[in-house]
């Protein structure tokens, strides 16, 4: 009997020793039970850059209403990483909207570094034809007009963490706003 109570005793610090050995071991312990804790990333549009809607190209349909074939649209997006550790924002992929009007499915490989706790202004370019998307044939009319267009950004993120990996985060809607048409 004085044996099987020896090792009762025992076994709550052995399994603390294994947890021990677990946790400082690479690739066995969780992250949770480290306290590490990887908060997705905020998106919004960057403040002090506003979008801008560059219209080009021959003329819409092969000339037909003399609008154009052709348009950029940069969205100027504004990231913070709340985390208390660096990481790479890696890539971006999506469907961007002009008027609630599906206007180009994008996919953006970044690689852009970001600092524990601080945020970061980028451009996103989206090139659009125009005469590939029927449905934005009203929103060009108000393009070419001068007025501004309603857009969002609706997409998931990946993130690479580090010995965190590489999660990806969404879908979710990462920007709106509005953007007035350049010539």
Do not use: K
């Amino acid at each position: 009997m004085r044996h099987a109570y020896a090792s009762r005793r025992w076994m709550p610090l052995g399994l603390a020793a294994v947890a021990a050995v677990l946790a400082t071991s690479p690739g066995c312990a969780t992250l949770n039970a480290l306290g590490l804790q990887l908060r997705p990333l905020h998106f919004e549009a960057a403040r002090d850059r506003p979008a801008e809607l560059r219209l080009g190209g021959g003329g819409f349909g092969g000339g037909r209403l003399g609008l154009p074939d052709a348009a950029t649209l940069r969205l100027w997006a504004h990231v913070d990483n709340p985390n208390g550790f660096g990481l790479t924002l890696s890539a971006i992929e999506g469907s961007v909207y002009l008027e609630d009007t599906h206007a180009a499915t994008v996919d953006f490989p970044l690689g852009l570094p970001l600092e524990a706790g601080l945020g970061q202004d980028f451009p996103l370019d989206v090139s659009l034809r125009l005469s590939d998307l029927p449905g934005l044939t009203g929103v060009l009319g108000r393009a070419v007009g001068g007025s501004p267009l309603a857009y969002r950004l609706e997409g998931r993120f990946t993130v690479d963490a580090g010995a965190l990996g590489r999660p990806s985060f969404g879908p979710s809607t990462l920007l709106r706003g509005e953007v007035r048409p350049l010539r």
